[in-house]
Every structure is written in structure tokens, then in C-alpha cells.
């Protein structure tokens, strides 16, 4: 044991890629057409813990020329403590936003790492709360055909995830009927979740939500105006229906940003994304906030890296099994969770949390 606590980081390496949609894709303020991913490996004795974020080639520049270098030497289950030092050394090139997504792939590695040091899966590191952790199919993008539409959620809800949710705001006058051909699709019994991106004015957001409500049976209205806007999502959240949630707070990194967006009482729901907050540590301490406020989390996409800690925190409502994320998690790693009866429920056979880069497929999208 005492070797296991003397046990030293001894190599992070850092790779970038990008990965082109299998279709045009849009929401209601964006478009793309790739998905950028940093993985971070984190080397402490013969075990090699792995961390993975979505994110630009700005945060694979700070964590390998910033961060690497601060953690490199530094005891390899000290997971709070390099932490705290990749914070610190950010303080002048910039701690939110970027900084904190290059955070986020390391200090998911040393979880990871810590993990396997202990002969244990993710999950039971943490401390679990629950086996398993409801997800929502998340995709139905305003760049989407009727056709394409009704195959991607309604499959979902053939194959017994009881909730999805599709892409709004990009055209006000259409929504409405896109809205009430994906209930038709996915019949009465699974809810609907509709995101706006922040793509409608306050007025509009108003408005909508009555109709998604009235009509199609709406439960839950992601950013029906920007994230920014918290008095505007206070507004939306008053005088929306009962039985809709106001959700918001995916692009939410320091922890004054939660704290601002719940004392605004800006929403029923809040969002967080391990992989935008500084990792698991991150998220960890977001999940604590919550639970302070008796307010519900909700996942932020990246399934696979949300499993594990989704089901060690008690505030989390379900996780975003987002399209892009999970056909990337196939092409990129091995030992995928697959959804049971809409959940996911990690494998505590295993060491970490459970994936392993499969290095020669990913090489293809190496930048």
C-alpha cells in the first residue's frame, strides 16, 4: 500500500481528433459538420489512465504545454490535488472555457488511473447511489428530414429509451409542426424534449412553450432563450406550463456559473458536462451544489465518460445519449456501454471505467 501511495505520474500524453458527422447537422443557432475530441493519457507505473473531451485544438495546446508539465512528477492518486495545481496554473492563460475542457480530458485520465491503481471500476470508486442511470435519445436536428426524424427517435423509442429529444429554434414558424410529427412518431407513452440552442427571443419562448406543451405534449425546454440570459429563463420558467421544465447550463465551467444560474432561479433542471467543468472533480462539485439546492442535474452529452459518476451522485435526473457522441464512442473506443430498458449501467467487472482507445481505427481521424 505504501507503494501504491508513492506511486508518481510519470508520462500525460495528449491527442487530437476530428471526426466529420454522418450527415449535415444543425440546431437552432448552429452548424456542423465534424466533432473535435482531445483524449488525454495520464502513465503512473504500468497502468495508463484515459480522458476524453469535446474540444477545439486550443485546449490540446494548454493541456499538453500548461498542464502536462504541472502534474507530470506528482502522486498519481492525489486526484483533488493536481486538480487544484491545473487550475492555478491557468489563472493567467485562462481558466474557463478552454482551459478547463483541457482540465477535463486529464482529470477524467486520473480518475481513470486512480481506478485501476485500486483494482476497482469507476464506479465504485466513487461510491455508488444507484446500478444504472436513465438516458434520453438526443439528435432530431433542425437539418433533419421528416424521414430522418421518425427513424432516429422513434427508433430510439422502439428500442425502449422512453425519452428524446430533438432540435428547435432555427425556424419559429415550422417548429410547431416538426414538434407534433415527432410526438405522432413516437406515440403518447415516451416524453418529449425539445432544445432551442437559445435560438427564440423571450416573447417567442413564451409562446412556444404553451404550444410544444398544449399540442405535443412537451415536458422539458432546453434553452428556449440563451444560457446567458437568466433573467430571461427566469421569465420562460414562471409562466411556462406545469409539467414543462426550463433546463439549461451545458456550457456552464467554473462553478460561480452554476451558482449564478440557480440563485437566478433561472431553471427546473440544471445541466452540467464533465467534459466543459474541468473533468470529474468538476462535475462532482457541480453535483454538490445542486443537492445544496435541492435542484436536479442532468448530463450534459458524452454518455460513456457520464455513467460512472451519474450514478454516484444522487441530485442526477438521467444522462444526454447524443447522437454525435455515441457513434464517436463506437468508432473510437472499445468496451462501449450499450442502453438497457433506457439506461446505462456501468460494468463493475472491470478496471476504470471500463474504455480503451482502440489506437489503429482513431489514427484514421488523427490531426
Known amino acids: 500500500m505504501n507503494k501504491l501511495h508513492e506511486s508518481l505520474i510519470s508520462r500525460v500524453d495528449v491527442h487530437s481528433y476530428r471526426i466529420p458527422t454522418d450527415a449535415p447537422e444543425s440546431d437552432g443557432t448552429l452548424t456542423w459538420d465534424h466533432t473535435d475530441l482531445i483524449v488525454a493519457l495520464v502513465a503512473a507505473g504500468e497502468f495508463t489512465g484515459i480522458g476524453w473531451t469535446y474540444a477545439s485544438q486550443g485546449s490540446a495546446t494548454i493541456a499538453?504545454?500548461?498542464?502536462?508539465?504541472?502534474?507530470?512528477?506528482?502522486?498519481?492518486?492525489?486526484?483533488?490535488?493536481?486538480?487544484?495545481?491545473?487550475?492555478?496554473?491557468?489563472?493567467?492563460?485562462?481558466?474557463p472555457g478552454a482551459g478547463l475542457m483541457a482540465m477535463a480530458a486529464i482529470d477524467v485520465a486520473l480518475w481513470d488511473l486512480k481506478a485501476k491503481l485500486l483494482g476497482i471500476s469507476l464506479v465504485d470508486l466513487f461510491g455508488s447511489v444507484r446500478n444504472a442511470v436513465p438516458i434520453y435519445g438526443s439528435g432530431g436536428f433542425t437539418s433533419y428530414s421528416e424521414q430522418q426524424l421518425a427513424e432516429q427517435l422513434g427508433g430510439w423509442v422502439q428500442a425502449g429509451i422512453g425519452r428524446v429529444k430533438m432540435k428547435v429554434g432555427r425556424d419559429p414558424k415550422a417548429d410547431p409542426n416538426r414538434v407534433r410529427f415527432v410526438r405522432k412518431c413516437i406515440g403518447d407513452q415516451a416524453e418529449l424534449f425539445v432544445d432551442a440552442n437559445g435560438g427564440y427571443s423571450r416573447k417567442q419562448s413564451t409562446a412556444m412553450a404553451r404550444h410544444f406543451a398544449d399540442e405535443s405534449g412537451v415536458s422539458w425546454f432546453e434553452e428556449p432563450v440563451s444560457s446567458?440570459?437568466?433573467?430571461?429563463?427566469?421569465?420562460?420558467?414562471?409562466?411556462?406550463?406545469?409539467?414543462?421544465?426550463?433546463?439549461?447550463?451545458?456550457?456552464?465551467?467554473?462553478?460561480?456559473?452554476?451558482?449564478?444560474?440557480?440563485?437566478?432561479?433561472?431553471?427546473d433542471c440544471l445541466q452540467a458536462d464533465a467534459t466543459r467543468c474541468g473533468g470529474y472533480t468538476g462535475f462532482l462539485k457541480v453535483a454538490a451544489l445542486c443537492e445544496a439546492f435541492h435542484i436536479p442535474l442532468s448530463a450534459h452529452c458524452a454518455p460513456q465518460l457520464h455513467a460512472h459518476v451519474g450514478c454516484a451522485v444522487e441530485p442526477l435526473r438521467h444522462i444526454e445519449y447524443f447522437h454525435d457522441n455515441v457513434r464517436i464512442d463506437h468508432l473510437l473506443f472499445d468496451g462501449v456501454l450499450e442502453p438497457k430498458n433506457g439506461t446505462l449501467e456501468p460494468d463493475r467487472s472491470g478496471l476504470g471505467h471500463g474504455l480503451t482507445l482502440k489506437t489503429a481505427d482513431a489514427a484514421r481521424y488523427l490531426v
Not at 65 to 93: D, F, H, K, Y
Not at 248 to 259: C, H, K, N, P, S
Open 228 to 267: 446567458d440570459d437568466l433573467q430571461g429563463l427566469r421569465l420562460i420558467r414562471d409562466r411556462a406550463p406545469a409539467g414543462m421544465d426550463i433546463a439549461a447550463g451545458e456550457y456552464g465551467d467554473t462553478l460561480d456559473y452554476f451558482r449564478r444560474m440557480i440563485s437566478a432561479g433561472a431553471v
Open 64 to 95: 499538453r504545454s500548461l498542464l502536462a508539465s504541472t502534474i507530470i512528477g506528482q502522486p498519481s492518486l492525489a486526484v483533488e490535488a493536481n486538480w487544484q495545481a491545473m487550475a492555478r496554473c491557468l489563472r493567467n492563460a485562462g481558466r
